[in-house]
């Protein structure tokens, strides 16, 4: 396993290569949109692979290696220009930065673009805060009380969680409350909620309670696959509530208010 701390160089001031993920690609373009509006408020520089697809995560949590490699080198192929890769998912981008070492460890041709890839990709989140320095984006919203959802691979595998909450809390007319069960899966997992999907539904039921029960009028989460199966659940349950990208939440307290 590679060491983050001493092998990611500092990505301050050098032009982002957006990866903006499947899902958020197909279902949650918005949150790609807010992705852009964040980095151009703070001066960056957005680039966006148009060749761009799957990071191959899929295929790679199914056993299917030769496929995840085919689908990875398509993504290294586009991303072979960056100098920063910035995704807004800790599920994505924790299988560059810590999957595709692995899955190119015995392939000479591509492991050095391997190891490439994983030192310069970052999470939204972590970027600004971890690589920018930059905990407070100015934004301002209506009162507003949130809670956070911590997906699992960003949490687990990338330390995230403290970078979007202190985002969140320095947007001025926000409010942090806690969603009980805040660390529990909620029954995506990709291929996990299709192979199980009883044990996917009755996960999924567990943090649905939760979120009605929270004193939030809004849950936040860094991944939109997490978004996309809790808003699910909402939604067939009739409940009101719902769940919002992190990236859409810092977008929408930049924009002025009427």
Not at 43 to 72: I, M, W
Not at 98 to 116: G, I, K, S, V
Not at 223 to 236: F, H, I
Request: overall charge negative.
């Amino acid at each position: 396993m590679m060491t983050d701390e001493l092998l990611r160089p500092s990505p301050k001031y050098k032009p982002v290569s957006l990866f903006v993920t499947c899902i958020v690609d197909m279902i949650y373009p918005g949150t790609g949109v807010s992705v852009v509006e964040i980095l151009e408020h703070l001066g960056v520089e957005v680039r966006f692979p148009l060749s761009q697809t799957c990071c191959g995560q899929p295929a790679f949590n199914s056993g299917f290696q030769d496929d995840a490699k085919t689908v990875a080198k398509q993504f290294l192929t586009a991303f072979a220009g960056a100098e920063v890769i910035v995704t807004p998912s800790g599920s994505c981008g924790s299988m560059v930065r810590h999957y595709y070492p692995e899955l190119f460890a015995d392939d000479p041709e591509w492991r050095d673009r391997a190891n490439w890839a994983a030192s310069i990709t970052w999470e939204l989140t972590e970027y600004l805060v971890d690589g920018l320095g930059i905990t407070d984006l100015g934004a301002k919203l209506p009162p507003t009380k949130v809670a956070f959802h911590h997906a699992c691979h960003g949490y687990r595998m990338m330390g995230l969680g403290p970078q979007a909450e202190t985002l969140a809390g320095n947007i001025d007319g926000v409010s942090m409350t806690e969603l009980k069960g805040w660390d529990q899966c909620c029954g995506f997992g990709g291929t996990f909620s299709v192979k199980m999907p009883e044990i996917s539904g009755a996960m999924l039921n567990d943090k649905v309670r939760n979120i009605n029960a929270a004193d939030a009028d809004v849950i936040i989460t860094g991944d939109a696959s997490c978004l996309m199966q809790m808003n699910g659940g909402l939604t067939r349950q009739g409940s009101t509530k719902r769940v919002m990208h992190i990236a859409n939440l810092l977008a929408q307290g930049l924009k002025p208010t009427k």
